[in-house]
């Protein structure tokens, strides 16, 4: 006679927590029991020691002998506090699991720059980021907007964490020593600070209104991508949802900084006759790290049948003839193809007020602090 035995196992908790939309109002909140054994399984949700009764309970599904379940409650975003977190209990006949969920808020730094000069053979910066949250983050520090490798005169502390009512907050800083000679008139230093996990915030994107060069029987498109962070964005151009080839011309500029967040022009060069082909559709479509993973991307459309109502801003204005004559032969002279809407950059960029990055120390003539 053969006996067999069932041993019993008591669930281990994990607690999930949704990743999604930043803008929405709910977050759905997981436990996730494992390893338990026999499949019957209680599960009780609490917050601040008052039970909570509106979740759903999955069916555990069998595996090697042992059981995994799932269950789910939906809670109002504001609700997320870490003085009184939500508590998770999965309990069967050998025992129970405990899973408590530590919400841990984005915080943005006060980000102060420093630097030292006492006349010797070098220059000291020094970048205090302070009371951020969560702990993973990322300095980087720029010389005239190129980064400078961490393992040439960089130094940085390790985050030092405290206590506050509404969690906790961290504060670390970053060295940056270089030559005296390399600190000149001209010379930019900046400090740049991530967050990890840190969404900055989301671009603003606007179609413009055409441009129309009658004199080249061209057509320029404008996208303007503005007020995003981190700077790193990627615009592309679709000619009725398929993307532009080769027939056209498009560019992008180098994203510019102006208080603390970035903005940027694309553009689509046309002929006359691509911009009035019968119900042709021009998207600007606009990717960044901020937007969400229901969002993907943003887009701004445009035809010429849905702009008949816009005006074309007309580049031939009384420009002299021989001004005209010298920069028509410097276009050619580069020979490239995107040359043509240099003249509508300075346009658009009049229209901005554009400054250089992020917390900057400027040099002068007797430096001692920046800020």
């Not at 129970?96 to 969920?101: D, L, M, P, T, Y």
């Not at 500029?253 to 559709?281: C, M, R």
């Not at 901020?290 to 887009?299: G, P, Q, R, W």
Request: charged fraction near 20%; glycine fraction near 6%; charge should be negative.
């Amino acid at each position: 006679v053969q006996t067999i035995t069932s041993t019993s196992s008591k669930p281990t908790v994990f607690p999930l927590m949704q990743c999604g939309s930043e803008t929405a109002n709910t977050v759905t909140l997981g436990c996730l029991a494992t390893g338990f054994s026999p499949s019957s399984v209680t599960y009780a949700w609490s917050k601040a020691g008052t039970a909570l009764t509106d979740f759903i309970q999955y069916p555990p599904v069998e595996k090697s002998g042992v059981y995994t379940g799932i269950s789910q409650i939906k809670v109002n975003k504001e609700d997320l506090d870490a003085k009184q977190p939500f508590k998770c209990i999965a309990s069967n006949t050998a025992g129970e699991g405990e899973g408590i969920f530590i919400v841990t808020r984005k915080t943005s730094p006060t980000l102060k720059v420093f630097s030292s000069c006492d006349g010797g053979e070098e220059v000291s910066f020094s970048c205090f980021a302070k009371d951020f949250a969560p702990k993973q983050y990322e300095f980087k520090w720029l010389k005239n907007d190129g980064v400078i490798p961490h393992d040439t005169y960089v130094d940085q502390t390790p985050a030092k964490e405290k206590k506050t009512e509404n969690g906790t907050l961290y504060s670390a800083a970053s060295f940056l020593t270089v030559p005296a000679s390399e600190w000149t008139q001209d010379t930019k230093y900046v400090c740049e600070f991530k967050g990890k996990g840190m969404k900055g915030p989301r671009p603003s994107v606007f179609m413009l209104p055409p441009l129309e060069h009658t004199r080249k029987e061209m057509v320029t498109l404008s996208c303007y991508v503005k007020d995003f962070y981190p700077k790193e964005v990627y615009v592309s151009w679709l000619v009725d949802d398929e993307k532009a080839d080769s027939k056209y011309g498009f560019h992008t500029t180098k994203p510019v900084e102006n208080q603390g967040s970035y903005s940027a022009y694309s553009q689509l060069s046309l002929s006359f006759e691509q911009w009035n082909k019968s119900d042709a559709v021009f998207s600007c479509v606009v990717y960044h790290e901020s937007l969400t993973n229901t969002t993907k991307a943003i887009v701004r459309s445009i035809g010429s049948k849905t702009s008949q109502n816009i005006n074309l801003v007309n580049l031939n204005m009384n420009i002299p003839e021989t001004y005209f004559t010298q920069w028509s032969d410097a276009l050619e002279a580069e020979k490239d193809n995107m040359a043509e809407p240099a003249l509508t950059f300075i346009l658009l960029f009049l229209i901005t007020l554009l400054f250089t990055i992020a917390t900057t120390a400027f040099k002068v003539m007797n430096p001692h602090v920046w800020i």
